[in-house]
Each structure stands twice: as structure tokens, then as C-alpha cells.
């Protein structure tokens, strides 16, 4: 029983440090992303765009359905290959790390004669070990070691050793912080009104998002919006927006802070994020035999001055529907406020029963109703999320680029030189070795040796081409 | 002085600069067939002459416009031409056998240049998401890694028309076929350092405007594909021994995705970065 777990234990360690397991790997995740681009993802679109999706491509839509194609990137199969690179990472990188670590000048590939070229030299008594090390030096190769028998090992961007595990390190933190912060993460889009609070009850979100094993999201803070403050270029786009927010944490300590796109603010590890959305909130009191209903409808803002800040919503308890059009500036050449109007529309059971401009705090009649527009206020939306892991995943892009850099643009190399002494010369050897840019190398390698040829002059020249 | 006028000077800029890339091209590819390697330094005193005139076009409209060239196509497509186009010739300083790559690396950027002249030059403005330093980081180390990749398959070709025309017709000064093979897996390399500097900033960006660092857009999902390829290649390259041909051809497939994932995508997807490329 030992013996067989021993061995499937072998068995599992040699397919994951398997080369092809990991090209393979890679090859499936590529595929599987590229499917993405056929089928609309849950996590990509809205719920209204697949659902059109769906309707339009009949067939492709019951593939999908049936494999689970709509949420690709957490399906089984995606998870499952990333599961197996990140074992097959984990593995290669500790090998890899171990190997460098035990890498000596002895074991190393060079004593072992795998070096790419071969040249002997023989120098002149008074031109000694110092000339060569100080013309090697210019060339960036530095004395690593000094070994018995006078070998010399020198080396040129030793720290580039590490780059394969910094490389693949990174990416471990990367694969393990982005999986815990998938099954974690919690979110959610409010729309707050100006003067109104948010509470953090789950049904005040918009939209409210909980990863796989995360706890039920309502942070424990109350934030209030204060301010809107949007400006805005001649054309109308939006140049920038920022909202002035009062806090208060679970110790009910209340902070003024602002926060405007792209400079969040935190408070006990939730964060607040300013959006892209604000518009107009329009106040309306219906009074129905007797009884006043206000409601709250927000308006989206338009792509022009000249647009009204449109919306359609249901009067709530009531059988009506609202259809509304808002010019906040009577001029239409701003969207500040400045006698703004109400373009109104009143249906029931989608016929329209009232159509009329309304300013604000004006009251109109309809079938027995009165509805006053009784306040108009700016809301804005934030994103709200309590999220960990981030900043691993982020420590390992930075371990992954170092890693990169390393590689490419400070590639290892080295060169060996041994010496023997004889009556009236030295006797010098030399060989390099490059993994990555063996013919690169090779040209540096010879112009190395051609200065010491012009230093010393050549005896005999050896050009083995031992390596790839 | 008006938007218009502005934008006449900058667009003649770029017309001239164009011009002057042609004249480039085809002194680069007439040292080459006609085994001249004398003329290549008139190309280069040529291409660089253009770069001085397009890069005072970009300069008058970044001052304009009040902010980098990123945001419609005619920017991108110009702003990559220039940099692929400074980074060719800069890299040509150190590694002077990279030149001859300039028969590749020269109408593909000069045919980047006509396609963005062709499409709306009309300036545009900055949203407040775009306001960030590493969006900055994001676009400048795309378009570093396009002009790397391009460079790359500058190799990667002219490594294949070597081979193929065994020294015969082609230019002997070309470096050997080993050589440029070694040189368009360090161009890649380096299209691969900076394509994972441009998705790390891409993603810090992404999570400080919106809390989000990853969201399988359809332009990110690409990018990440094109990491992966890139990646393969590498493995490919250490551990399979791709080498020549075969790893020639793998760069071509490679930069066919990176050209699907930074030029084309963004104009046909429905994704979050195609809204500010506007044609």
C-alpha cells in the first residue's frame, strides 16, 4: 500500500514537472479564454445583452447552456487547468530554486564541458591573471570564484539567476491571491442621493456581488452624501466628479471625506470608489384620496446640454407609470440648475393619461390625483467592496517582472579561464556559456577573446562547439 | 491659434513625416536587393528627419489637447508608429545588426501612420477615469511592447527569407540566420516584458478607478491570450528547442494575435477600451 501510494506520489510529481504538462496547460487556458470571445460571458456583459444573445443564436446558445460556456473563466475545466499549472509552478519553481541554490562552479554546466566555445591562450609572464580579469571587468564579467588547479570563473549578470523562479514565484502569488480574492470578494453599486445615507443593507445595493465562500456582505458603515460636485467640458462629457461623503464607522465616529474618480477612500477595510454615473433625482408627491406618496425617481444624465436627463419607472403602489424628461437649465446649455423643468408623462397600464411640463414645486390634477415636483436633487453612484488579496496579486506582477527583466534584458553569462604554468609562459583556457542567447553570446565571446589575442597573441586555437 | 489650424499643422506634419518614411522604405530595400550597404545610413538620417517632424505633431497636439495621444484611433495608431519607430532606431545604436530589420519595421509603421491619417483626427477629451498614472504606464508600455514585437517579427522574417534565399539574391551584410533568430527572441522577450508591464498596469489602473483589477473584457481577455502565447513561445524556445524556422513561424502567429488584440479589437468588441478608441 505504502509502495503503490509511493509510487503514484512519483508518478504525479513527474507529469507535473513534465514539460508538456505545462505547454498543455497553457494551450487549454489560451483556447478556453479565446471561446470567451464566441460567447458572451456572465461576468462581461449584462443580464439584457445575453439574453438577446440567447435569443439570436439558437444553437450556439444551447451549447453553451449545456457546457457551461457563459461562465467560462469559473468552469471546471478552466479552474481545473489552472489548478494543475499552479501544482506544475509550485513544483518546476522549487526545482528550479533548489538547482540554483546547489549550483556550484564544480557541478556547474561549464566545468562539465558543455561550455559553447573553447579557446587557449599563451600569455606572457608579465602580462598576468590581473591584465585578463581588469579586460574582462570592461566587458561587465566579474571574478566570481577563484577555484583550486587556477580555474577562474567570472560571470556577468549573476543576480539574472534568479529570473525563472522570480518569474514563476510572481505568478504563483498571482494564480493563489487572484483565487482567494474570486471565493472572497464582496461588492456591490449604490446610488446615493445628495443629503441621503446608505446604510449598507443588502437590499440598498443596486447590484450586490459575494464570491463563492464569501460572508454575506453589508458593511457596517453608514456613509452619507453630502455634496455632488460634476464639471463638465463645453460638449457636455464629463471631466471630472467628486463627492463629498460623511462617514460614520462601527464606532459611530463620523469623517468628512471626499472621493472622486480614481481616488478611492477606505474606512475599516471597505473601500469606496466614486463611478462614472451621477445625474438628477426628481421628487414627486402623489396625494391619493388623501394620502401622500413620495417617491424618488433618478435620472440618468444625457450625452448633450440640449438632452433632458431621461427615466421610466413605476409609481410605487400605485398602477401608474411615470415617463420623465428633466432640462435642469432652462437654456439647455448646462446642466446646472436654473429653473428647471419637468417634462411628465403619467400612464396606466401603458396608455398615456397626462402629459405636461412641470416646474419645480408646481402641483397638477390627474384622474382625481395630485402630484406636486416637490424637490430635484443630483445623485451619484459609488462602488462599495471589501476585498483582500490585491495587493499579493500586485506584489506578484512586481516578483513576475523582475523576474522578466532578469531574463531578457539581463541575460546570464559565463566564462571560465584555467591556467597552467609552464617554464616561460602561462597557459591560459578559455570557455563561455550562455543559455538563451547562445549566438549572441558567441559574438561577445569573440570579441573578448580577439582582445586578448591582440593583448597576447594566440597560440592555439581550439573552437569547439560543445553546446546547442 | 484655432483647433483648426492646429490640427492642419499636425495633420501636414504627419503627411510629410509619412512621405519621408516611404523615401526610408525604399533606400532600406534598396540596399537590400541591390546589396547596398552604404545607403542604409541615408535611410536612417531619413526616418530620423521624420521622427523629428512626427514627433513635433504629437508634441503640438499633446500640448492642445492637454494630454497624451491615446484616445481615438488616429492617436493610437500614430503614437504606436512613432514609438515603434524610436524604439527601431535606438535599439539599432547598441545592436547595430538589427538595421537591415528596418525593410519590415519601416512600412509597417509609416501603413500604421496612413491608417490613423485616414480616420477622424478630431481631438477629444479626457474622461477623469483616464486621469491616472498608470493608465499613462499602461498605454506607454503597449505601445513599447508593439514596437518590440514588431521588431521581433522584422527578425523572424527576414530570418525566413534568408533561409530561403540562401544568401544568394539577398544582401550577404543581413546578420546569419542564427543571429537574427537569437535577435527576434529578444525583441520578443522584451514585447513580453512590457505586454505583462502594460496588463499589471492596466490592472492596478482598472482597480483604483473601479475596484476591479481584472474583468474579462473582451480586450483583456485577448491581451491575456497573447500573453499566453508568448509564453508558449518561450517554452517552446527552452525546453523544445524550437529554434529557425519553426520558431519563426510561432513569432508570426504570435504577432498576428497582438496586432488582433491591440488594433483590431478595440474597434470591433464590445468592450470597455473600445469606448474611448474611437475611429
Not at chain 1, 567570472?154 to 518569474?167: A, D, F, Q, R
Not at chain 2, 492637454?66 to 515603434?84: C, F, K, N, Q
Not at chain 2, 521588431?151 to 530561403?164: D, E, M, Q, R
Request: glycine share 6%.
Amino acid at each position: 500500500m505504502i509502495h503503490k501510494q509511493k509510487r503514484m506520489k512519483n508518478k504525479l510529481r513527474t507529469i507535473l514537472l513534465s514539460r508538456k504538462t505545462a505547454l498543455v496547460g497553457i494551450a487549454i487556458i489560451a483556447f478556453l479564454s479565446g471561446i470567451s470571445f464566441v460567447f458572451p460571458q456572465q461576468t462581461a456583459c449584462t443580464p439584457d445583452y445575453l439574453m438577446q444573445w440567447q435569443k439570436d443564436h439558437r444553437a450556439l446558445a444551447s451549447i453553451a447552456d449545456a457546457l457551461l460556456l457563459h461562465s467560462i473563466f469559473s468552469s471546471t475545466i478552466f479552474l481545473t487547468c489552472v489548478g494543475a499549472l499552479f501544482f506544475s509552478m509550485c513544483l518546476s519553481t522549487y526545482t528550479v530554486w533548489k538547482n540554483q541554490r546547489s549550483l556550484t562552479v564544480n557541478n556547474s554546466l561549464l566545468i562539465k564541458k558543455k561550455s559553447l566555445e573553447f579557446f587557449e591562450f599563451i600569455v606572457e609572464q608579465k602580462k598576468g591573471i590581473k591584465d585578463i580579469l581588469e579586460s574582462f571587468q570592461r566587458h561587465g564579467y566579474s571574478l566570481k570564484t577563484q577555484l583550486p588547479n587556477d580555474k577562474f570563473y567570472t560571470v556577468k549578470n549573476e543576480m539574472s539567476k534568479w529570473g525563472t523562479v522570480l518569474l514563476h514565484g510572481g505568478m504563483l502569488v498571482i494564480v493563489a491571491a487572484s483565487l482567494f480574492h474570486f471565493v472572497s470578494d464582496r461588492r456591490g453599486f449604490v446610488q446615493i442621493i445628495e443629503g441621503d445615507t446608505f446604510f449598507g443593507a443588502k437590499d440598498e445595493f443596486l447590484v450586490h456581488e459575494e464570491g463563492p465562500l464569501a460572508k454575506s456582505f453589508h458593511p457596517n458603515l453608514a456613509i452619507g452624501l453630502d455634496k455632488v460636485a460634476p464639471r463638465y467640458y463645453s460638449n457636455a462629457e464629463i471631466q471630472s466628479l467628486e463627492s463629498g461623503l460623511k462617514i460614520a464607522d462601527s464606532n459611530e465616529d463620523i469623517v468628512s471625506k471626499s472621493v472622486s474618480v480614481n481616488h478611492s477612500i477606505e474606512v475599516e477595510g471597505v473601500t469606496v470608489y466614486q463611478t462614472m454615473s451621477n445625474g438628477y433625482t426628481v421628487g414627486l408627491i402623489l396625494e391619493k384620496h388623501g394620502q401622500k406618496i413620495p417617491t424618488y425617481f433618478s435620472l440618468d444624465r444625457p450625452r448633450k446640454f440640449s438632452e433632458p436627463f431621461a427615466g421610466i419607472s413605476d409609481f410605487p403602489t400605485t398602477d401608474y407609470s411615470v415617463s420623465m424628461r428633466l432640462f435642469p437649465n432652462e437654456n439647455k446649455k448646462s446642466f446646472e440648475l436654473k429653473n428647471p423643468k419637468l417634462l411628465l408623462s403619467i400612464l396606466k397600464n401603458g396608455t398615456s393619461i397626462f402629459n405636461d411640463t412641470l416646474s419645480l414645486y408646481e402641483k397638477i390634477d390627474f384622474a382625481g390625483n395630485r402630484l406636486t415636483f416637490s424637490d430635484i436633487r443630483q445623485w451619484s453612484g459609488f462602488i462599495v467592496t471589501e476585498s483582500f488579496g490585491v495587493s499579493f496579486i500586485f506584489a506578484g506582477f512586481g516578483m513576475s517582472l523582475l523576474g522578466l527583466f532578469f531574463i531578457y534584458f539581463l541575460p546570464v553569462k559565463e566564462i571560465v579561464f584555467t591556467i597552467e604554468q609552464n617554464d616561460e609562459h602561462l597557459k591560459v583556457f578559455f570557455y563561455g556559456y550562455s543559455r538563451r542567447e547562445k549566438a549572441l553570446f558567441a559574438e561577445e565571446f569573440m570579441e573578448i577573446m580577439e582582445e586578448q589575442y591582440l593583448n597576447y597573441g594566440v597560440v592555439n586555437v581550439g573552437n569547439e562547439l560543445v553546446g546547442n | 491659434m484655432s483647433e483648426m489650424n492646429w490640427l492642419e499643422i499636425e495633420v501636414s506634419l504627419q503627411w510629410i513625416a509619412v512621405a519621408l518614411y516611404i523615401a526610408a522604405s525604399s533606400i532600406y530595400t534598396y540596399s537590400l536587393f541591390f546589396k547596398n550597404g552604404n545607403v542604409l545610413k541615408r535611410a536612417e538620417h531619413i526616418t530620423i528627419f521624420g521622427l523629428v517632424l512626427h514627433s513635433v505633431a504629437l508634441l503640438l497636439r499633446w500640448i492642445e489637447q492637454g494630454h497624451g495621444p491615446y484616445m481615438t484611433r488616429y492617436e493610437v495608431l500614430s503614437s504606436d508608429a512613432w514609438i515603434t519607430l524610436a524604439m527601431f532606431l535606438s535599439l539599432g545604436l547598441k545592436w547595430e545588426k538589427i538595421r537591415s530589420a528596418g525593410v519590415l519595421v519601416l512600412p509597417i509603421s509609416f501603413l500604421m501612420l496612413v491608417i490613423g491619417l485616414f480616420s477622424n483626427p478630431s481631438m477629444q477629451n479626457l474622461p477623469p477615469s483616464l486621469r491616472s498614472i498608470w493608465l499613462v504606464m499602461h498605454v506607454t508600455c503597449a505601445k513599447l511592447a508593439a514596437g518590440a514585437i514588431i521588431t521581433s517579427l522584422g527578425c523572424a522574417i527576414l530570418y525566413l527569407v534568408k533561409i530561403k534565399e540562401n544568401q544568394k539574391f539577398f544582401y550577404a551584410k543581413i546578420p546569419s540566420p542564427e543571429i537574427l533568430d537569437e535577435y527576434s527572441y529578444k525583441f520578443a522577450g522584451f514585447g513580453f516584458t512590457f505586454w505583462t508591464i502594460n496588463i499589471a498596469a492596466g490592472a492596478i489602473w482598472a482597480n483604483q478607478s473601479w475596484g476591479r483589477y481584472w474583468g474579462w473584457d473582451p480586450i483583456e481577455t485577448w491581451s491575456f491570450i497573447t500573453w499566453l502565447m508568448y509564453g508558449m513561445f518561450a517554452h517552446l524556445r527552452l525546453f523544445w528547442k524550437w529554434r529557425g524556422k519553426k520558431s519563426a513561424l510561432f513569432l508570426v502567429v504570435c504577432f498576428i494575435t497582438s496586432i488582433f488584440t491591440i488594433f483590431i479589437l478595440p474597434f470591433v468588441a464590445n468592450s470597455l477600451h473600445a469606448e474611448y478608441f474611437t475611429p
